[in-house]
């Protein structure tokens, strides 16, 4: 029976996933490790039922480890400048080979019907073509790139046309310039720019598990992205695919995921529930946050109780939350409140406090905190008061961070020390802005 009511749970809680992602567009980029990998055919199967759950799908493969192979076995080096392999003239006919062998080991699992499985006897359309227009790297730091390419234009009509016909696009890391040379490129930068040029909804990385994935947050914002690449200590490789999240969030890709394919069913986890498997690279926060309505009331209260039973906060009831709702700001995902923030004016004395921040625990390396801060301040500020003040117990070191300075003598207003309870500790701290 808790099987069975598990799924039936589960099934509940996929529902507003499968309805907000049908119809919408994702490019899936998945490394040659994964698709040489036990566990490639898992994916094929989750790549069948997102195509038959009406979701237009763009996949293009890696192919990095099959090069090295093929060049080491025909006694070529493996030469790269800024994490870029530079392909001459001598590697070029294998570099083109490796990438057609997976390419056509991918179409053929694409291609089997899924036996056996849930999706027996389901087909995809699988469709490829010179839809990369490429160009020369050229020289750069005096190393000439030779083969070695980026993109010129991406082939945007045709592709749109073929998934408008449910057709699933498979793209290789090659270009061709319209004088007939072949160029390698770069997969993770192939991948940004189709989905840049497609305005997908979704650009999502599938890989093989890395040595510093568990270090990565669930959710992370392009300024903390940017962060990471000022950091010595991040991989190169990881470096490229921040990058790349980074351009495609500016342009307008509402998000990108980075899955290893450890688990059966990653990308499911991923797309399908509320937690997620993966790290998603999203500013949707910051564009989402918006002031709380009387709706908001009882997902707030959900939000803050367990911190209100451990004394992080103070207790408010659902009257007093009704009566302040207008000085809260929330940050809301998927339907659940995550995050949110009072700034409580009392304009007798031009002062605001800054009470009830609270972030799901979920989402506490996301950055929310600092974001609604910033958003409170904000508030404060337009309603032309100068100075803030905050009573913390367990957070004061973070409001220091802040700007916020300890002021124990400071003397609170006659409305808020009604209902200060000074057995609590808190600490003041103040901001002038």
């Not at 055919?41 to 039922?49: N, Q």
């Not at 890709?253 to 450890?262: A, L, S, Y």
């Not at 508030?379 to 070191?397: C, D, K, N, P, V």
Request: proline residues 3%; glycine residues 6%.
């Amino acid at each position: 029976m808790s099987n069975t009511q598990d799924y039936v749970q589960w099934f509940r809680g996929a529902a507003p996933y499968i309805k907000a992602h049908l119809k919408r567009t994702f490019v899936i980029m998945v490394s040659d490790e994964v698709i040489y990998s036990d566990r490639f055919i898992g994916l094929v199967h989750d790549i069948a039922l997102l195509n038959h759950l009406g979701i237009k799908l763009v996949i293009l493969h890696g192919s990095r480890h099959s090069i090295d192979a093929h060049l080491s076995k025909n006694g070529l080096e493996s030469r790269f400048h800024r994490n870029i392999r530079i392909t001459d003239s001598d590697s070029l006919p294998f570099v083109v080979q490796a990438i057609n062998e997976v390419k056509t080991y991918f179409e053929s699992h694409l291609s089997m019907g899924l036996p056996n499985t849930p999706m027996s006897g389901s087909e995809i359309s699988l469709v490829g073509g010179n839809f990369v227009i490429g160009m020369p790297l050229g020289v750069i730091d005096g190393v000439d790139m030779q083969h070695s390419g980026k993109v010129r234009a991406i082939r945007h009509e045709a592709i749109n046309e073929l998934l408008s016909l449910n057709h699933v696009v498979l793209l290789s890391n090659l270009g061709y310039s319209r004088t007939g040379e072949v160029f390698n490129l770069p997969t993770e930068e192939l991948a940004g720019e189709v989905a840049r040029t497609l305005q997908a909804d979704k650009l999502i990385f599938i890989q093989e598990r890395r040595a510093d994935a568990s270090s990565l947050a669930t959710t992370l914002s392009t300024s903390q992205c940017e962060a990471m690449l000022r950091e010595d200590t991040t991989p190169a490789d990881l470096k490229s695919l921040l990058q790349q999240a980074i351009h495609a969030i500016q342009a307008q890709v509402k998000r990108v995921h980075i899955i290893d394919q450890q688990v059966d069913g990653g990308l499911l986890l991923e797309l399908f529930t509320r937690d997620g498997y993966g790290t998603m690279v999203t500013n949707l926060f910051y564009e989402g946050c918006r002031a709380a309505t009387i709706d908001d009331v009882g997902g707030i209260l959900s939000l803050i109780e367990p911190l209100e039973a451990s004394g992080v906060l103070v207790v408010r009831s659902r009257e007093q939350l009704e009566l302040e709702i207008r000085y809260f700001h929330v940050i809301e995902k998927d339907g659940m409140i995550i995050a949110c923030i009072a700034s409580i004016p009392d304009s007798a004395e031009n002062l605001a406090e800054i009470a009830c921040l609270a972030v799901h625990e979920d989402y506490r390396r996301a950055g929310l905190g600092n974001q609604l801060l910033q958003v409170a301040e904000n508030q404060a500020s337009t309603r032309g008061i100068s100075e803030l003040y905050a009573l913390t117990t367990r957070s004061s070191h973070w409001f220091l961070e802040h700007g916020y300075r300890e002021s124990p003598d400071f003397a609170l207003p006659a409305t808020r020390r009604v209902n200060y309870n000074p057995k609590r500790g808190s600490k003041i701290l103040i901001k002038s802005i």
